[in-house]
């Protein structure tokens, strides 16, 4: 890992004044960015070679003589023919010449070796470097590692396919897309055996992938991806806040879910048994007795990273849930950073994070407004790692 005290030194070298927000433009990259610039920052998107008309023209912004932003989020595009490439020294170099400020997303850890991340990228993080490997479902420490030492609730593990007696989800990688899932549900022995020859045979999934998959009880529910945001700044009022909650769209499962069961029983070939691409998301609330539920995740998460990995969570967490039918929670995925269905409550921001801040307060922008915050008081090595 990184010494920390080596990101420490680089901030000094820092011109704080002149501090630009970086991120890999993709996933949730276009909150960071609205967030950085309604917080006064300057913007930089880090692209790949035919992934970036997104950044670099749709939603490249426009400033008037005085800086001052008429129209986009994105200021700058730096586009390379491969993401890893940012960890060319020379591309840090420059980075670190522009005073940028680091946010990790999903797409950051996916294309770039975390190794790496950990070891080598010299450009200070916005968040917990040290958590980033923890969302490696099969690591030694990974989340259900850190969910368990919480005492957190999640769904029961099943060691052998042999012992299913109820409805399971199998979880494990895309054969073909490989940052996507190759998930499928099974309630037998029988059934685990069938659809998984299936998938093999239709190239969804591997065999090697399957043997290493985590089977668990699928809870009927829905889902709620619970945004939260962590500040070790704060010293007056709470220091976990609830930002806002997304649930999203998933293809094809989406849309088998739409058609009658007498249709779906009518499905044949590769249309038969639905995939769990996550193509979408959508803002949600929860009524007001399941809140202080929710907090209690977010503290007992918050207690654990700090005690197992020093200095803990900095900055947004998401926690992703589901509630059953007694209204209890089970925890299903933990994403260590920024999660991937802030962009619904960019700019208007979310009712949560709303009614705390008095404004429209999205995670990019809390993020962003973090920074300035410890820019303004001297306490910027408080949030980087």
């Not at 769904?155 to 998930?183: M, Q, S, T």
């Not at 029988?190 to 969804?204: A, D, H, P």
């Not at 995939?275 to 399941?290: D, F, I, P, Q």
Request: with cysteine; charged share 30%.
């Amino acid at each position: 890992m990184l010494d920390r005290n080596r990101v420490f030194d680089i901030v000094d070298g820092y011109d704080l004044k002149k501090a630009k927000i970086g991120v890999v433009a993709s996933h949730s990259a276009l909150d960071v960015c609205d967030g950085a610039v309604e917080e006064g920052f300057r913007t930089v998107g880090i692209s790949q070679a035919g992934r970036d008309k997104t950044y670099a023209r749709y939603f490249r912004s426009q400033r008037d003589k005085d800086g001052k932003v008429l129209r986009g989020v994105v200021d700058e595009v730096h586009t390379l023919k491969k993401f890893d490439e940012m960890m060319d020294p020379k591309f840090q170099a420059m980075l670190r010449k522009d005073n940028i400020l680091f946010v990790p997303n999903r797409s950051f850890t996916s294309y770039v070796d975390i190794t790496e991340i950990e070891d080598k990228f010299e450009v200070p993080l916005l968040g917990s470097r040290a958590l980033l490997r923890s969302e490696e479902r099969g690591q030694e420490k990974d989340y259900y590692w850190l969910l368990e030492k919480a005492k957190l609730p999640y769904p029961r593990k099943y060691d052998d396919p042999a012992d299913i007696d109820k409805l399971v989800i199998v979880k494990l990688h895309h054969k073909v897309k490989k940052l996507e899932r190759g998930f499928f549900t099974a309630a037998s022995a029988k059934e685990f055996k069938e659809k998984s020859r299936t998938l093999i045979s239709q190239g969804v999934i591997t065999e090697e992938d399957l043997s290493m998959a985590r089977i668990e009880e699928y809870i009927i529910g829905p889902v709620f991806n619970l945004d939260f945001f962590y500040s070790p700044l704060e010293s007056k009022m709470e220091r976990i806040e609830l930002i806002g909650i997304d649930w999203r769209f998933e293809t094809s499962l989406d849309g088998h879910v739409r058609l009658p069961a007498a249709q779906q029983m009518t499905l044949v070939g590769d249309q038969a048994l639905p995939e769990y691409t996550v193509c979408g998301h959508n803002s949600a609330t929860m009524r007001e007795s399941l809140l202080e539920g929710a907090f209690d995740l977010a503290e007992r998460y918050v207690k654990a990273t700090q005690e197992h990995f020093a200095p803990g969570i900095i900055g947004p967490f998401c926690l992703q849930t589901c509630v059953d039918k007694d209204l209890k929670f089970h925890i299903y995925d933990v994403a260590p950073r920024v999660g991937g269905g802030t962009n619904v409550h960019m700019w208007v921001g979310h009712p949560y994070g709303n009614t705390v801040w008095r404004t429209n307060m999205s995670t990019g922008r809390r993020l962003a407004r973090e920074v300035r915050r410890a820019i303004e008081t001297g306490q910027v090595k408080k949030i980087v790692t």
